[in-house]
Nanobody, 124 residues
Framework: QVQLVESGGGSVQAGGSLRLACAVS????????MGWFRQTPGKEREGVAV????????HYADSVKGRFTISRDNAKNTLFLQMNSLTPEDIGMYYC?????????????????WGQGTQVAVSS
């Protein structure tokens, strides 16, 4: 059974930083794409960033390019999201997600496994 547990959320002032982590178990972590998604108030859940199995390729939503960095530690089955220059538009619940087998990592709808989420709040 796949389990994903996020941590690292919290409340920061605009311009601040947070680093999210996602511990994964019950899954061949190093063989699959991983991603971060978010649910912001009044909006549908959206993809934030994804990373290929080896970590050599990444893809970001336009809204976070240059501010967020996704990374992974395959030896520790852990996914990360470094978030810098946070703004109130980044407020929301952030979810870690794992892909199905044999998919193109950049397809946001190919991530059927989800964690419970971690809340991010940004004050102006």
């Amino acid at each position: 059974q796949v389990q994903l547990v996020e941590s690292g959320g919290g409340s920061v002032q605009a311009g601040g930083s947070l680093r999210l982590a996602c511990a994964v178990s019950g899954y061949f972590f190093s063989s699959y794409c991983m991603g971060w998604f978010r649910q912001t108030p009044g909006k549908e859940r959206e993809g934030v960033a994804v990373i290929w199995p080896t970590g050599t390729s990444t893809h970001y939503a336009d809204s976070v390019k240059g501010r967020f960095t996704i990374s992974r530690d395959n030896a520790k089955n852990t996914l990360f999201l470094q978030m810098n220059s946070l703004t109130p538009e980044d407020i929301g619940m952030y979810y870690c997600a794992a892909s199905s087998q044999g998919v193109y990592c950049g397809e946001w709808d190919k991530y059927p496994y989800w964690g419970q989420g971690t809340q991010v709040a940004v004050s102006s």
